[in-house]
T-cell receptor, first 112, second 114 residues
Framework: DQQVKQNSPSLSVQEGRISILNCDYT??????FLWYKKYPAEGPTFLIS?????DKNEDGRFTVFLNKSAKHLSLHIVPSQPGDSAVYFC???????????FGQGTILTVHP | EAQVTQNPRYLITVTGKKLTVTCSQN?????MSWYRQDPGLGLRQIYY???????DKGDVPEGYKVSRKEKRNFPLILESPSPNQTSLYFC?????????????FGPGTRLTVL
């Protein structure tokens, strides 16, 4: 039972354009969401997060949007750069502090 | 340098031969966690630890054991490995379970069970 789903295994965009990565969740007890970025042969690194009390959080080129009623979040990268090419994972946590549930990941490729 | 180290980085073993993957952090973090990454399944949490002597199951704890006797170390033990435990394993730590946005991952251990 996949409680966090990233339904797009891959996404390809042109440099300078917007990248939109999507994530859906089923557990209404999740109240904190994170995005991680992973390059090959490295561990994931934290990118941006959002609490359920907000619907948007922005950090430079990265913005995360949360739609609680739809149980959906998205990561926007504007403008996309070739160095953004990586696997992106969304993750969620709830009342069980420390328990973290990840999605399957989306491979983003940004073409020069 | 702040880091999470895992050993070994690569391991090929056979079914049923007990093994331990070590994880150590030098940041005095309270929270540590183990994940496995598999194609099409993403990352899945195996076990986590809020502090010394406190461990909890993640989403896929079956077939694994952990211990947290010291703050800096969080070894992952496979008592009787099976081929379905072939995976890429990551250890991670953060200052606390309430600061998962500061979670720092190790470089990974690629395990193959024949």
């Amino acid at each position: 039972d996949q409680q966090v789903k990233q339904n797009s295994p891959s996404l390809s965009v042109q440099e300078g354009r917007i990248s939109i990565l999507n994530c859906d969740y089923t557990n209404s007890m999740f109240d904190y969401f994170l995005w991680y970025k992973k390059y090959p042969a490295e561990g994931p690194t934290f990118l941006i997060s959002i609490s359920s009390i907000k619907d948007k959080n922005e950090d430079g080129r990265f913005t995360v949007f949360l739609n609680k009623s739809a149980k959906h979040l998205s990561l926007h990268i504007v403008p996309s750069q070739p160095g953004d090419s990586a696997v992106y994972f969304c993750a969620a946590s709830g009342t069980s502090y420390g328990k973290l549930t990840f999605g399957q990941g989306t491979i983003l490729t940004v073409h020069p | 340098e702040a880091q999470v180290t895992q050993n070994p980085r690569y391991l090929i073993t056979v079914t049923g031969k007990k093994l331990t993957v070590t994880c150590s952090q030098n940041m005095n973090h309270e929270y540590m966690s183990w994940y496995r990454q598999d194609p099409g399944l993403g990352l899945r949490q195996i076990y986590y630890s809020m502090n010394v002597e406190v461990t909890d199951k993640g989403d896929v704890p079956e077939g694994y054991k952990v211990s947290r006797k010291e703050k800096r170390n969080f070894p992952l033990i496979l008592e009787s490995p099976s081929p379905n435990q072939t995976s890429l394993y990551f250890c991670a730590s953060s200052p606390s379970a309430l600061r998962l946005n500061e979670q720092f991952f190790g470089p990974g251990t690629r395990l193959t069970v024949l």
